[in-house]
């Protein structure tokens, strides 16, 4: 949920706050999937379908599309249930990441096998 230095003064919601928390999502499905550390190499693409406020509780669900060698895209979509008068959740993103796994020094591994 959103709080309000997250927000411009009329209550708005920055773009690089939901960008950063859908990066977070993103993450973990990534991680999983190459067992270990990822990297954010890319991020694809990235729409903002409706605004978000200070008070929306915000619901990102993240699916794996693709996977290379050392890489995972990952698809995100962010719901949000508005708090005002009676509950509406609306769909206010949805954003595309790649990431690739690295060794403990950094450096590019292959994905495990399935």
Do not use: C
Request: proline share 6%; net charge neutral.
């Amino acid at each position: 949920m959103p709080q309000p230095s997250d927000a411009n003064i009329h209550g708005d919601v920055f773009g690089g706050w939901i960008m950063a928390q859908a990066d977070i999502a993103a993450s973990v499905p990534a991680a999983r999937r190459a067992q270990g550390r990822v990297v954010t190499v890319a991020v694809n693409s990235f729409t903002f379908k409706q605004p978000v406020f200070v008070g929306d509780l915000l619901s990102y669900y993240a699916e794996i599309v693709a996977t290379g060698r050392t890489s995972v895209t990952v698809f995100v979509e962010v719901y949000a249930e508005r708090q005002h008068m009676q509950s509406e959740v609306v769909k206010v993103t949805e954003a595309t990441f790649t990431y690739v796994a690295t060794d403990d020094s950094r450096k590019p591994r292959p994905l495990p096998s399935v």
